[in-house]
Nanobody, 113 residues
Framework: VQLQASGGGLVQAGGSLRLSCAAS????????IGWYRQAPGKPRELVAY???????NYADSVKGRFTISRDNAKNTMYLQMNSLKPEDTAVYYC????????WGQGTLVTVSS
């Protein structure tokens, strides 16, 4: 299984970005798919995930601002990020789990103040 993340970039505080994660396999087959992020000098943290049943979960720091979704027909997952803050600056990694975890290569999001 390969995951390809894209959509990162430079945005001003208050702006929006949409990250995409395209999978080489049916995303519906995974128990969960989601996003982690890692800021410089900080540990990787879970941002959001969505289960095969459609349940979603968000880190407190992004609740109300980020929305995770998936398009099963396109085998693609999205992370809509609104009201971005400088502290959202990080490399964002998509992942998927079924018996084991699969990781995308990461996409850099930089939010300027």
């Amino acid at each position: 299984v390969q995951l390809q993340a894209s959509g990162g970039g430079l945005v001003q505080a208050g702006g929006s970005l949409r990250l995409s994660c395209a999978a080489s396999a049916s995303i519906f087959s995974f128990d969960a798919i989601g996003w982690y992020r890692q800021a410089p000098g900080k540990p990787r943290e879970l941002v959001a995930y969505i289960t095969s049943g459609g349940s979603t979960n968000y880190a407190d720091s992004v609740k109300g601002r980020f929305t995770i979704s998936r398009d099963n027909a396109k085998n693609t997952m999205y992370l809509q990020m609104n009201s971005l803050k400088p502290e959202d600056t990080a490399v964002y990694y998509c992942y998927a789990t079924r018996y084991r975890s699969y990781w995308g290569q990461g996409t850099l999001v930089t939010v300027s103040s």
